[in-house]
């Protein structure tokens, strides 16, 4: 099994930063994709941000310019950088993986537990 462990949310004002970390462990074979998702109350879950094990990324159309993704593959951790925050960034933030695990053909695909931002005005 994979646990994806997020860190580094909180309160911030309006115009601050925030670093989120989210570190994959267990019987990892292979990380490959990772992202950052967020879900704002009475809202679907929405993608912020994903990087390829390549380190390509992509980015939602509301946070280009001010939020950017990274991953280290030694430590097995994606991170998201995150300026200039709007109080509509408010929200859980979740970590995903696409990860190939010990004894399984095909990757699957793993969530954390989530992590609340919350910016204020």
């Known amino acids: 099994q994979v646990q994806l462990v997020e860190s580094g949310g909180g309160l911030v004002q309006a115009g601050g930063s925030l670093r989120l970390s989210c570190a994959a462990s267990?019987?990892?074979?292979?990380?490959?994709?990772m992202g950052w998702y967020r879900q704002a109350p009475g809202k679907q879950r929405e993608l912020v941000a994903t990087i390829t094990r390549g380190e390509d990324t992509n980015y939602a159309d509301s946070v280009k310019g001010r939020f950017t993704i990274s991953r280290d593959n030694a430590k097995n951790t994606v991170y998201l950088q995150m300026n200039s925050l709007k109080p509509e960034d408010t929200a859980v933030y979740y970590c995903s993986a696409n990860v190939l695990t010990a004894g399984f053909f095909l990757p699957r695909n793993y969530w954390g537990q989530g992590a609340q931002v919350t910016v204020s005005s």
């Open positions: 267990g019987t990892i074979c292979r990380l490959n994709d």
